[in-house]
């Protein structure tokens, strides 16, 4: 076999072992070391390679990151998690193609050097931006900010948001590949020095945070969580009609008696999960009789989460809906889920893909896009809602933010993936969140995981995956906005703008070179 084509296939072969290397740093096991590792050896495989082959490198290398992160969506069928794995793999193959090119034009001098590691490092914002937003709303899972949470680098979020996160990473892994190509000692020391500040300045940022505090009012609020379970769970978890509703009735109930007794404190508000009401209470008399039994037991508003019949169009249409159920008064406002997780609650194309995939007969009825922000008042404090896959949706999560949310709940409903990576890798992205933006966040799960994460990350209580119960928190509410909520989105758009202005340059440049 001659020495070149050896050489190729010896590339490709790193390349799929530096994608799995990938999946590592996201739970599970979680080391978020390896992603800046995995990223690094990527970017050597491309450095200064034809575009063919930096496409193929980072094909290879998206398709097994992919491929390992993904082994919950095996739940739905072995098939999806390829077909997902393969599509996803494609925009990492377009990575691999710009890191050969600038790469190339720093190798020539066509760029600075600084400018080109710069734009290699904001390829991966350009392409997440895109990926979390196109086709059909986008998938922003599996982002490489999101494996950073137990990272010392993860108060970048707090800075410049979740795609600032992702920049620093493939920043550090491009500065630890330039170090190895690069021949002058000053350029090597200088980016020595810069890998050493990326890890520095977080830490003592961090630290200056924690002893200052943040803006907001001086008492709590009293938030009770409530995790009932599913009769099962898999792609049947919802099939029982009343049986989850019935499940967090009695935990609410109990968790009344837990408070009549003194076993927990009061709470101000009770957060059930997404889907915790099986049935549409605004339809059926006897759900809503329930959650009125529960709502006067524990003698607070519930946030109930449920699927609601379309108001346009019911024969085709439903609402996910989250509902501040009062005691007294009953149904009061609502939030319609914003970002439906597409060929899970909504399917493109129906009429062709049901006849394909029957699973997606499942779905009988899509779930409609609401516009209006997830905000609620209890108490004088202002809630943020975020119902399940939105949590890893930026302008969501931006949105509900600025719009005063002074903490976060997430309702959400695992119950289909229960026993697998996903409840802990979103996990992951709701303490990212927290992170960022300076705030409690209250999650409430079906089937795990429910827990409070302070601003700092940090988690507790916890109701595991698979277990049912409740509990109460006091939350501080923070009415500050971070330099991430104000400017995130903002640095996002420069560090895309950066790529694409530094491709355009990249001919334009060559093209003056040779004519001189």
């Known amino acids: 076999m001659p020495n070149n084509v050896m050489g190729t296939a010896v590339r490709l072969l790193l390349a799929v072992l530096s994608g799995w290397l990938l999946a590592l740093a996201y739970p599970t096991p979680g080391q978020w070391w390896w992603a800046p590792i995995s990223v690094a050896i990527f970017s050597a495989l491309a450095w200064n390679q034809t575009k063919k082959l930096g496409a193929i490198t980072g094909f290879l290398y998206g398709f097994a990151a992919f491929l390992a992160q993904h082994t919950w969506l095996t739940v739905v069928g072995v098939d999806a998690t390829w077909i997902l794995s393969f599509y996803l793999a494609i925009w990492i193959g377009a990575i691999g193609t710009v890191i050969s090119i ?87 020391a200088t980016l020595v020095l810069f890998i050493v500040a990326c890890f520095l300045i977080p830490i003592t940022l961090s630290i200056t945070s924690s002893l200052t505090g943040a803006n907001g009012p001086d008492s709590t609020i009293a938030i009770g969580v409530v995790q009932g379970g599913t009769p099962q769970t898999g792609m049947g978890a919802m099939d029982v009609r009343r049986a989850v509703l019935d499940n967090h009735v009695k935990q609410t109930i109990e968790l009344a008696q837990k408070v009549q007794r003194g076993e927990e404190p009061q709470p101000e508000i009770v957060i059930w999960p997404e889907n915790s009401s099986d049935l549409d209470p605004f339809v059926e008399a006897d759900a809503a009789a329930l959650i009125d039994q529960a709502a006067k037991a524990i003698g607070v508003p519930i946030l109930v989460g449920a699927v609601v019949e379309s108001k346009t169009d019911p024969q085709n249409e439903v609402y996910n809906m989250g509902i501040l159920w009062d005691p007294i008064t009953g149904p009061g406002d609502t939030y319609i889920k914003n970002a ?148 995130g989105p903002y640095v996002e758009l420069l560090l895309c703008a950066l790529v694409v202005g530094v491709l355009v340059f990249i001919p334009i440049r060559e093209r003056r070179r040779r004519s001189s």
């Open 102 to 188: 600038i790469s190339r034009a720093i190798t020539r001098k066509a760029i600075p050097w600084p400018i080109g590691l710069l734009a290699i490092s904001s390829v991966w914002v350009l392409e997440e931006f895109l990926r979390g937003r196109y086709p059909f709303g986008g998938y922003p899972w599996a982002r490489l900010a999101f494996s950073q949470a137990d990272s010392p680098l993860a108060f970048w979020s707090r800075i410049g948001g979740i795609p600032w996160l992702s920049f620093v990473v493939v920043a550090i892994a491009v500065a630890c590949v330039a170090i190895f190509f690069m021949a002058s000692m000053r350029a090597k």
């Open 340 to 487: 439906p997780v597409p060929f899970g609650e909504f399917i493109p194309f129906r009429s062709i893909l049901t006849q394909l995939i029957s699973r997606y007969e499942r779905v009988p009825r899509d779930f409609a896009h609401g516009t209006e922000p997830g905000i609620f008042t209890v108490n004088g404090v202002t809630l943020g809602d975020l119902i399940c896959f939105e949590v890893a949706v930026d302008p969501v999560v931006n949105r509900v933010i600025n719009e005063g949310a002074q903490l976060l709940v997430v309702q959400t409903n695992n119950a289909t993936y229960a026993g697998t990576a996903l409840p802990q890798q979103q996990l992951q992205i709701e303490r990212l969140r927290a992170i960022e933006n300076d705030r409690t966040v209250v999650v409430a799960a079906t089937t795990g995981i429910s827990a409070r994460i302070t601003p700092d990350g940090s988690v507790d209580p916890i109701i595991e995956d698979g277990e049912v119960g409740s509990f109460v928190v006091e939350v501080l509410p923070h009415s500050n906005l971070t330099p991430a909520a104000r400017f």
